[in-house]
């Protein structure tokens, strides 16, 4: 979607939902209205988040703003990769063969699987007695 150079993009991961803008700009990028060093604690998670930014050339230029929800900061730190990763598609096609061999357009649907009654957990079970 195009709106005066602005690209959007929607990211998830497990239950994290990203929505990405990306603008001309100085560089600066937003989690959350809060710096993405400050957003995330770790380093692991911050390279995460910016890996799709290594296939743009002049990343300096551009501003993005990111809101993200739901989930801890690993799914939310996937939830950014997927849309930037999407919103770098919509601003320049010619990097898609590029992300999508890298896996960055792929949506990750590995999800927490539900706890089923009888038992302790989603698969472990209760120790059994014969007699």
Do not use: C
């Amino acid at each position: 979607m195009e709106n005066s150079n602005i690209y959007y993009a929607t990211g998830k991961r497990k239950t994290s939902v990203a929505r990405v803008w990306i603008k001309a700009g100085k560089g600066e990028i937003l989690v959350n209205k809060r710096s993405l060093d400050n957003y995330f604690p770790r380093e692991s998670l911050r390279a995460i988040a910016i890996s799709p930014l290594q296939f743009l050339p002049d990343r300096e230029n551009f501003d993005i703003n990111i809101n993200v929800k739901g989930g801890g900061i690993s799914g939310q730190a996937g939830a950014i990769r997927h849309g930037i990763a999407k919103a770098l598609v919509n601003l320049d096609e010619s990097l898609r063969p590029k992300l999508k061999k890298e896996g960055m357009l792929t949506r990750d649907p590995r999800q927490v699987e539900r706890k089923k009654y009888g038992q302790p957990k989603a698969r472990k079970k209760f120790q059994f007695s014969k007699r």
